[in-house]
Structure formats: structure tokens, C-alpha cells
């Protein structure tokens, strides 16, 4: 949690700043935060973490972490999605199984029990839901008529040749 104070918030300012200026697939080091920091980034990983968050909302910069050097600015913002799906459905994973052996090695009441099955089931569907077989792979087909608004049958065909591909039918 951030102290709200004024130092602090001018760091978080000029942190951001050099995010800002950094170029695509520049990196920001961590002895160039260390000079506007005037201490170690990493402990205050805080200010560094609310910078980027400043950075990606002014100009839509996006980072991943280089170790033990920086952070380097990245064009991809598909590859940090990506990492949120497989981070939310580890999350879940871990939650129905923590849930499941709650349920199974305790003596609950009928309403506990039901509660157990909603949040179960809740964090089965996000987990599907996450799931890159979810979606079919849409790289090869073109939906410039879906960003016209005409849903016409040709690109319904394309998106279900797409889908069956896939699946490997």
C-alpha cells in the first residue's frame, strides 16, 4: 500500500515520466529508477508498480520485467492478457481445489455445503471460461466486416472453418 504523501507522489510522477520516454522495446533500468527513487527500486516496488500503472493509462505503455535489469516496454499487450488468463485460471484451480477439500474433509451444514457448490461451481465456469480452448483461433480470418457492424455469412463460415480447424476437424 502506498503512503499518500507528497514525495511519494511526485516519485510515482516522474517514475512515470521515464516510462513514458522509454521506446518501444527500450528498457528502463533499475539504476535510472534509483536516481529518481534515491533508493533501491526493488524495495520500493510499490512506487515502481504505480508509475507503470500511471504509464499504461496516459499513453498505453505496457512492461515486462527484464531480471536484475529493468523493465522493457513491449508492443505485444496480447502476450499480458494472455498471462492474466493463465494467472486467473491457476488462481481458480487452487480455489476449487481448496474449496473441494473443505467440503470433503469437514462436517458442514447443509447450507455451508451449498454455499461450497455455488463458489465451486462459479470458479469451474471462470476456469472454463479462461481456457484457451474457450475461443476458436481467430489469426487467420478476417473480421474487418466486424468492425463494420455487417455479421454476414461468409465471415460466420470463416469463423467456424477457424473454429473447426482447431478442434482438428
Not at 96 to 106: E, L, Q
Request: some cysteine; aromatic content about 4%.
Amino acid at each position: 500500500m502506498i503512503i499518500k504523501s507528497a514525495r511519494n507522489e511526485q516519485h510515482v510522477r516522474d517514475l512515470a515520466d521515464l516510462f513514458n520516454a522509454a521506446s518501444i522495446d527500450g528498457t528502463v533500468t533499475y539504476t535510472q529508477m534509483r536516481r529518481i527513487i534515491g533508493d533501491d527500486p526493488q524495495a520500493k516496488r510499490y512506487l515502481v508498480a504505480a508509475a507503470m500503472r500511471l504509464s499504461n493509462r496516459e499513453c498505453g505503455a505496457i512492461f515486462k520485467p527484464i531480471q536484475n535489469v529493468g523493465y522493457q516496454r513491449i508492443r505485444d499487450g496480447v502476450s499480458i492478457g494472455a498471462m492474466a488468463l493463465d494467472k486467473a485460471r491457476r488462481a481458480t484451480r487452487r480455489g476449487i481445489s481448496v474449496v473441494s477439500n473443505w467440503m470433503d474433509k469437514t462436517n458442514l451444514s447443509d447450507d455451508d455445503l451449498r454455499r461450497g457448490y455455488q463458489v465451486r461451481t462459479q470458479m469451474s465456469l471462470i476456469n472454463a471460461m479462461t481456457s484457451r480452448r474457450a475461443a476458436p483461433d481467430l489469426s487467420e480470418v478476417d473480421l474487418t466486416t466486424y468492425r463494420d457492424g455487417d455479421h454476414t455469412k461468409q465471415t460466420l463460415d470463416a469463423l467456424k472453418s477457424a473454429r473447426d480447424k482447431k478442434r482438428g476437424g
